[in-house]
């Protein structure tokens, strides 16, 4: 039986990570290699910008998969300025009984992937060097959410733009990648107002939480 690389792997190589064992793999296989030059083919020019004191990203690379377009970003701790300028796991929507009811109307958890395992957090994950990140959110009733990755140095990462979400379990647009440099913070979601104020008086009551801490490699 032929074990494919998963869709992450793919991705990556597609827009110019090397990976030797995703290269023989696509050697031997013309389905993923299709899969690989399909995305490469819709990759666009990825826009430059400086780096300022808040979290630094890596430049959005649109990769089309399923009906969303997936962006990813590196996680880091803010840098000095400077002059020089500066995907996601493969995981099904899945539907939620009629009738299911969470606290507060939302349950949150933060998927990591890691050397290609997948791992669901619901209260802390730990988090290292080229973790992949992305926000699950499941509700039980339609409500205008956001989310994002607020580092303690007051650094913020959005990872879902404000909508109008469904009943049901949904997935951040979004996903993020941790680089070397050590970071800890939480990831926030709420409405786009209670997410304002927890950003700003670091109060949590009104937002749901997931705590992102560093582990030593």
Do not use: Y
């Amino acid at each position: 039986m032929t074990i494919h690389p998963n869709s992450l792997d793919l991705e990556a190589f597609a827009v110019g990570e090397t990976s030797a064992r995703v290269e023989e793999h696509l050697g031997a296989c013309d389905a993923c290699r299709t899969f690989v030059e399909r995305l490469g083919a819709a990759k666009p020019a990825a826009p430059r910008a400086p780096r300022s004191s808040g979290v630094r990203r890596v430049a959005g690379v649109v990769v089309p998969l399923a009906a969303a377009a997936l962006f990813f970003f590196v996680l880091r701790r803010p840098a000095p300025p400077e002059t020089a300028p500066a995907p996601a796991p493969s995981i099904a929507n899945e539907a939620r009984e009629p009738g299911t009811t969470f606290k507060g109307g939302i349950q949150v958890a933060v998927i990591r992937e890691r050397g290609g395992e997948q791992r669901r957090f619901v209260e802390a994950a730990g988090i290292r060097p080229d973790d992949r990140l992305r926000v699950e959110i499941a509700i039980d009733r339609e409500q205008v959410l956001v989310a994002g990755v607020l580092g303690d140095d007051g650094s913020w990462l959005e990872l879902m733009g404000a909508a109008t979400k469904s009943t049901g379990t949904h997935f951040s647009e979004r996903s993020a990648r941790v680089d070397a440099t050590p970071l800890r913070g939480i990831v926030l979601v709420g409405s786009p107002e209670a997410v304002a104020l927890a950003r700003t008086t670091r109060r949590f009551d009104d937002v749901r939480t997931v705590r992102l801490d560093w582990q030593a490699p």
